[in-house]
């Protein structure tokens, strides 16, 4: 069983990649189909590479499938609130930016 010290390393050696845009934030997360939906504070396309901070580490991914209301699109405006596939899971509240 880890002590108190080996768990606050644990804590402290999460990946954290570099950002770019912020481009808003996860409001809610289905974890049966592993789908994020992010409140756009700027516009987002297919093919855009995003970096998600969750609290288990930073990852990357690119934009591959994205919805605005059950519709699959092409690209979405700030404002929108677009349903992405995420590669790993996610918590309401986690930032999401566009890689730059």
Known sequence: ?????EEKEEKTTKTELPKGKQLGKISHY???IGVGVVELEASLKIGDTIVIA?????F???VDSMQVEHDQVQ???KGDAVGLKVDKPVKQGNLVYLKG
């Open 30 to 32: 289905f974890n049966k």
């Open 60 to 62: 990357e991914q690119a």
């Open 75 to 77: 690209s979405a405006k």
């Open 54 to 58: 969750a609290s288990a580490g930073d």
């Open 1 to 5: 069983m880890p002590d108190k010290k």
